[in-house]
């Protein structure tokens, strides 16, 4: 694709519920990263990918979040028994590079906004 | 840790002035970089500019300049002959050399007044 997509745009979900996130990020992109923006402030990291492989999850808030990416490409994150301090916008973005992460611009998605209630 | 600070919630400027958007950083790092990043309401985040902390020219993007005092560690971005397509939130982030997350400032609310 032309640039990297999120679904759904938009997610309702009552306070307890498992939610699923989608990311189909740039096509040969091996770097994606999840970040989760609450309302009015910059996003934080949540966790990477290299390929398949998930580098870093130092971002993840609880052991309810679990993100995985099985064949390199589409990634999911997960969010188990939402509660409502989970209610954010989920943004994904994704890089070219194999191995220079830093510096290297990441490319965003439009997000996914999660309203738990 | 590494943090990044803008200190103005928002900021609005008459369409075609000039508006200079403020942001301070800080790292013990001696190789980083830093980008602004734009994000208009409801639609996604896109790279406006990015300084590698090691030149010393200031990065410069058509209307888009910014302001890089490695010393000061500051880095504000400059817009000038404003649009109203302007008209979005600014985020300031840096990545570090050891650290390849983005760390992120609060973000400034740009408004273009026609």
């Known amino acids: 694709g032309a640039g990297v997509s999120q679904s759904p745009r938009y997610k309702v979900a009552k306070r307890g519920q498992d939610v699923a996130l989608r990311c189909d990020p740039i096509s040969g992109h091996v770097s994606l990263f999840w970040y989760q923006q609450a309302l009015g402030q910059g996003p934080e990291f949540l966790t990477y990918?290299?390929?398949?492989?998930?580098?870093?999850k130092s971002g993840l808030p609880s052991d309810r979040f679990f993100a995985e990416r099985p064949e390199g490409s589409v990634s999911t994150l997960k969010i188990q028994r939402t509660q409502q301090e989970d209610s954010a916008v989920y943004l994904c973005a994704t890089s070219g590079s194999l191995a220079g992460l830093v510096g290297e611009t990441q490319y965003f998605g439009p997000g996914t906004r999660l309203l738990v209630l | 840790a590494q943090t990044v600070t803008q200190s103005q919630p928002e900021m609005s400027v008459q369409e075609a002035e000039t508006v200079t958007l403020s942001c301070t950083y800080d790292?013990?790092?001696?190789?980083?970089?830093l980008f602004w990043y734009k994000q208009p309401p409801s639609r996604q985040m896109i790279l406006v500019i990015r300084?590698?902390?090691?030149k010393q020219q200031n990065a410069t993007e058509n209307r888009f300049s910014v302001n890089f005092q490695k010393a000061a560690k500051s880095f504000s971005l400059k817009i000038s002959d404003s649009q109203l397509g302007d008209a979005a939130m600014y985020f300031c982030?840096?990545?570090?050399?050891?650290?390849?997350?983005?760390?992120w400032g609060a973000g400034t609310k740009l408004i273009i007044k026609p």
């Open positions: 300084q590698e902390a090691y």
């Open positions: 790292t013990s790092e001696s190789d980083y970089y």
């Open positions: 990918f290299q390929n398949e492989a998930q580098l870093d």
């Open positions: 982030a840096s990545s570090m050399d050891s650290n390849y997350q983005l760390i």
